[in-house]
């Protein structure tokens, strides 16, 4: 196969030589010509790449109807693209990567091929140092073949960009074709994949759930000489396991890297090593039932009650119980009427739900238009954190008696009026705050809603609200379990006035997030909006005691000149990059593939300053003398991803894992492919005991 290839493009080439061609224009004299056949340009994700960081830059291909380009590895026959850069001194342009290709067979020779206009997305290292202004001129020379059924031209193009250093913002004009070029590409498989080459077979275990829908798949090696291209190729089950048999090519490799089409345009990457590849199974294709639309819909419910799940089991997480002081007011004064009790419950789980739904669209608009964004997008933004400053401040002041707000509080009776109004907005505030951190179940369920089509990802993200509202919900439909609830008294305000408490310390922690994020001056303008909007409330509550009109009058002034701070926020971020050590860096994930590659164990994990699992995991396990003297032992690189500010690059990577949120641990063990995802709640005995293996 490679030397057929070679001969070819020899031949393609001498002839082009032959005839004077050099150049896109010159290859208008070969046959069939009026070229150049593919439109070529050079896309930058962003116009003003901040220094020091990484952008993306796009080579965009448009064949003419009728003609191809080829994929990385072309097949029996094609050539790859090549791309020699000119850049700026210090820059540096990465390996492209390549969407999902489709299959042409000419004359018995299977081509790895792109029929359809398409572009190779390139990472760009903007050289450190630079001032804002620099003019960063970038260009490349593409060598290419394109075919049609029946003749192959070289050709040439120059493309070129200039950028300008800034502030890294991304070009709003090319975020919609950045996001389709990025939903082409191949999502990395998350789980190992075993191969095995004997008796002129090459067979491949790839772990993938029942529920995924295999419509016309192919496997696409990028492992050069591994498999027959143009060979038929079976596909089957076993149980969650897709067994791939082909004919083996001509060599053994050590290692196999690969795509596996599902049929539909999207495809998964793995790199794949030897091992023992169960019996084939039920067969796909014409010899199975086919799966239709169930496929889509098996993994949507899966999500779905991954979702429920999580967000039950979020009521019991360290970044929920700030919230769960509300709770426990609203649900210690449950009684009355068995009707106003069921509407409370169902006005509560509608605030939550919709609240999530809310947020859940909200995400998926913004990552159609490019954004990278995950779950608690919104606690990445200083605005919304001094939004919840100032709310945190009111209700704990609320709870601790200074004013009267029933509908915030859910405090009123349930039996009262005014009751189903708190609870629903007790609701929709328990799913914007206390939501920032994803649970066990609820992370790989909203992984999996981001690729979901957008009704399946919205009701994935409203089953996260139910499982969130599910023991609120319980106890308004299940009198016995009410019955186990302390019965109303005096205790309740000395209760109340306790449960002002942990809201205070909220408020205080999202200073400390606001701080990280601004510098001081952001917390000094966050307190002083603080103490405005405390005093408007005091006054309120004087006023409340003598039954005044209007009551609520210096509140409400009190509450516009609070919000009004939000525009002398300071604009740039102040959290300073953890400082490199030989056990202890930052993100980077050029840096991590260094480390791999030396056989060095890698514990990475990803946290958030507005991620209170995330802190108390990194308190109690990951900086523990336990954990930290097992690493130092074992030689154990430790690196963190902090996406407080929502960085963009760390939210590819958490996408890249079907992640949309943190915490998020991975192990690498020395001479393993893939990483070992650890749970969301971290022990000593666990990180240190994976250090001794």
């Known amino acids: 196969m490679a030397v057929v290839r070679f001969v070819l493009m020899t031949v393609a080439w001498l002839c082009a030589l032959m005839a004077g061609l050099g150049t896109p224009a010159a290859a208008q004299g070969l046959p069939g010509g009026d070229g150049p056949h593919v439109a070529t340009a050079l896309v930058p994700e962003s116009l003003t790449p901040a220094a020091g960081q990484r952008t993306t830059l796009a080579l965009s291909m448009a064949p003419q109807p009728g003609w191809h380009g080829y994929w990385q590895t072309p097949g029996d026959s094609g050539f790859p693209l090549r791309a020699t850069w000119t850049l700026p001194k210090g820059a540096k342009a990465g390996d492209p990567a390549y969407p999902v290709p489709g299959t042409l067979v000419i004359a018995g020779l299977m081509n790895h091929v792109y029929e359809k206009p398409y572009a190779l997305l390139v990472p760009f290292d903007v050289p450190a140092g630079l001032a804002k202004g620099t003019l960063l001129p970038v260009s490349a020379k593409l060598d290419y073949l394109v075919c049609n059924p029946s003749i192959c031209v070289p050709e040439s193009a120059t493309v070129s960009a200039t950028l300008t250093v800034g502030d890294g913002a991304a070009d709003p004009s090319a975020a919609a074709r950045f996001a389709e070029w990025r939903k082409a590409l191949p999502r990395p498989l998350g789980s190992p994949v075993a191969f095995e080459a004997k008796g002129g077979k090459f067979r491949l275990a790839v772990p993938l759930p029942a529920a995924v829908a295999l419509h016309d798949p192919h496997l696409f090696a990028a492992t050069d000489g591994a498999v ?45 090593a030897p091992g023992v590849v169960p019996a084939a199974g039920a067969p796909l294709g014409s010899e199975a039932p086919a799966t239709g639309g169930r496929g889509t819909l098996g993994l949507a419910l899966i999500a779905l009650g991954g979702a429920i799940l999580g967000g039950l089991i979020l009521n019991v997480m360290p970044c929920v119980f700030p919230i769960l002081s509300l709770k426990a007011l609203s649900l210690a004064r449950a009684g009355g009427d068995e009707r106003e009790v069921r509407r409370e419950a169902l006005a509560y789980t509608a605030g939550i739900i919709l609240v999530c739904v809310a947020l859940g669209g909200l995400i998926l608009a913004l990552r159609a238009a490019g954004t990278q964004v995950g779950w608690a997008f919104q606690l990445q933004d200083p605005r919304v954190i001094l939004v919840l400053i100032l709310l945190t401040s009111a209700i704990g002041f609320n709870l601790a008696g200074l004013f009267e707000l029933g509908a915030v509080t859910a405090g009123s009776g349930l039996a009262g009026k005014g009751g189903v109004s708190g609870a629903f907005w007790t609701g929709a505030l328990a799913a914007f705050v206390a939501t920032p951190c994803t649970g066990p179940f609820m992370a790989a369920a909203l992984g999996v809603a981001l690729v979901l089509p957008v009704a399946a990802a919205l009701l994935v993200f409203a089953g996260l609200g139910l499982g969130l509202a599910l023991p609120f919900l319980l106890l308004g439909f299940v009198p016995a379990l009410r019955k186990r609830l302390p019965k109303p008294g005096g205790w309740m305000e000395t209760f109340r006035r306790i449960l002002a408490v942990p809201m205070f310390l909220t408020a205080l922690g999202l200073c400390w997030v606001l701080g990280n994020q601004t510098a001081a001056n952001g917390v000094v303008l966050a307190l002083g909006a603080a103490m405005l909007l405390t005093l408007g409330l005091w006054i309120t509550g004087l006023r409340q005691r003598r039954f005044k009109a209007a009551a609520w009058a210096p509140a409400a002034v009190a509450l516009l000149v609070a919000l009004g701070s939000i525009a002398l926020l300071p604009k740039g971020g102040a959290k300073a990059e953890a400082q490199a050590t030989a056990t202890l860096q930052p993100f980077d994930e050029a840096k991590l593939t260094a480390l791999r590659a030396e056989g060095k164990p890698v514990f990475l994990y990803f946290t958030a300053d507005w991620c209170l699992s995330c802190k108390v995991n990194e308190k109690t396990a990951i900086e523990r003398a336990e954990t930290q003297d097992a690493f130092r032992a074992a030689g154990v690189t430790t690196m963190v991803g902090d996406w407080t500010d929502g960085d963009a690059k760390i939210g590819k990577f958490l996408e890249a894992h079907h992640r949309s949120g943190v915490p998020l641990y991975l192990w690498y063990a020395p001479g393993k492919s893939e990483p070992e995802e650890l749970p969301q709640i971290l022990t000593p005995g666990l990180l240190a005991g994976l250090a001794r293996r």
């Open 228 to 272: 027959d291209y143009a060979a038929p190729q079976s596909f089957s089950r076993d149980g969650d396991t897709l067994v791939i048999e082909t004919k083996a090519g001509p060599s053994a490799p050590k290692s196999f890297d690969g795509v596996l089409a599902l049929g539909d345009g999207s495809g998964l990457s793995f790199t794949a």
